[in-house]
């Protein structure tokens, strides 16, 4: 077919199969969002384009080398969302909601945009899921989200292994750096290009390059410049975590790919995935609201790629089949057209024939959609009576009218159960 009545590189269309595992994913995160009482909150999708850049940081790759950024005709910077974090953060200061009471759980549902190279798994618009906690600087508030995702994990059938690190505080990050921006001159002809730009520009970037993974192995481990705060913040989240029996395994080369995280960091890998294995990500980003223009506050959260966890989930979030009732029209006449209603009124979901198909082609099309056949029209139709037929177990029966959607309900049930 010609390129360009094709969706654009990267892009996907979700056909309704697929949609209803979306659909059956998004009700499950909404459900494990309401048992910790997080609420919904939605933002457009795009922003000034400022809101990334200071936001999500000038260096990050998102920024440099992924956005979707235009001006608009009214000379306005805009950009298409790549991540959620900024933009709750932008609209958690913009709605003065830091003067609700503490601490304030929010989580998303949404499209996000960026240019990556498309792979399996790796899309340029992608929809996330994601956490966030504002208001609490507390160690309990980083074990909440890490409960609150291998809830959501286990849920949909995975057994979730959290990787934790901390990427320090500005009283030991510093010291960290200088350390680890050594220890790169010293193996500058092993590394990477990109690697040899970050290396000054973003040396804790480095850790987490692919192709440099020996280098990594070998650098300084931030742990031996955790200040006591740090340390003290970091062990407390392992110990309330292992506390509720979540496997979490410290990796030092952890450090996340955006600007604005402090403390904490996490990953869950699930290696059947691929190269891209990353079911979800965060940490703790205390400074991001001062970034966007308000006071810093506290704040911990992750989001997961829906596609990736769906990939992940397998059969574990199948597509719900919908127990259906087909109304086939015997003989001439409107009487399957006007029982489709009637059932549609009393919520039994319900096709009717649209092809003027023959009632042994309607039977047939009944076996491939529904689980109910009624039969409207012809003599019993006059005596206000039609028949019905379950195709799963060939139960027959003949009903009046006004039993019909009883009948049909209590059908449909017994077939679910
Ligand atoms: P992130 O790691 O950039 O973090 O993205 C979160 C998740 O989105 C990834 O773990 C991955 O599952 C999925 N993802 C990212 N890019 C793509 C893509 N191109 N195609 C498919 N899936 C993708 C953030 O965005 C932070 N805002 C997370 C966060 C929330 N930190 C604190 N709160």
């Known amino acids: ?38 609420g ?27 956005r979707y950024s235009f001006v608009d005709s009214g000379g306005v910077a805009l950009t298409l969302r790549p991540e959620g974090t900024a933009a709750v953060a932008r609209a958690y200061v913009e709605h003065g909601l830091s003067a609700w009471p503490k601490p304030v759980r929010l989580y998303y549902w949404a499209p996000m945009f960026r240019r990556e190279r498309p792979q399996k798994g790796r899309y340029r618009q992608h929809q996330q899921y994601g956490f966030e906690l504002y208001g609490s600087p507390e160690p309990s508030a980083d074990a909440e989200v890490l409960l609150v995702a291998r809830r959501l994990l286990e849920r949909v059938g995975l057994t979730p292994q959290v990787l934790v690190n901390s990427i320090g505080c500005d009283v030991c990050r510093p010291g960290y750096r200088a350390a680890l921006v050594s220890y790169f001159q010293e193996r500058w002809a092993d590394l990477c290009e990109d690697c040899r730009r970050r290396a000054t520009e973003n040396p804790l970037r480095v850790l987490d390059c692919k192709q440099d993974r020996d280098v990594a192995r070998g650098a300084p481990d931030i742990a031996d410049f955790w200040c006591a705060a740090c340390r003290a913040h970091q062990d407390a989240v392992m110990a309330l975590v292992a506390d509720q029996g979540l496997a979490v395994v410290r990796e030092p080369s952890l450090v996340r790919g955006l600007d604005y995280y402090y403390r904490t960091v996490f990953e869950v890998h699930d290696p059947s995935l691929g190269a891209q294995s990353t079911v979800l990500g965060g940490g703790r980003y205390d400074g991001l609201t001062a970034r ?16 990736r966890l769906l990939m992940a989930a397998g059969s574990a979030v199948a597509e719900d089949p919908v127990p259906r009732a087909y109304v086939a029209q015997v003989g001439p006449g409107r009487a399957a057209w006007r029982v489709g209603e ?28 529904a689980v109910v056949v009624v039969l409207a029209g012809g003599q019993e139709w006059e005596a206000g009576r039609v028949g019905l037929k379950r195709l799963t177990d060939g139960r027959e029966a003949e009903a009046p009218l006004v039993d019909l959607t009883e009948t049909v309900r209590a059908w449909l049930d017994e077939h679910e159960r």
């Open 1 to 38: 077919m010609d390129e360009k009545w094709q969706r654009p590189r990267g892009t996907q269309d979700i056909l309704p199969a697929d949609a209803a595992r979306v659909e059956r994913l998004r009700r499950l995160v909404s459900s494990v969002a309401a048992l910790y009482g997080y």
């Open 40 to 66: 919904a909150i939605e933002t457009p999708v795009f922003e000034q384009t400022a809101v990334f850049v200071d936001g999500v940081g000038d260096g990050t790759d998102i920024v440099q080398h992924e």
């Open 292 to 307: 966007v223009g308000g006071a810093p506050v506290p704040a911990v959260g992750f989001a997961g790629g829906v596609e």
């Open 342 to 369: 009637m059932l549609r009124d009393a919520g039994i979901p319900t096709e009717v024939d649209l092809m003027a198909r023959s009632l042994k082609a309607q039977m047939k099309e009944a076996g491939r959609r």
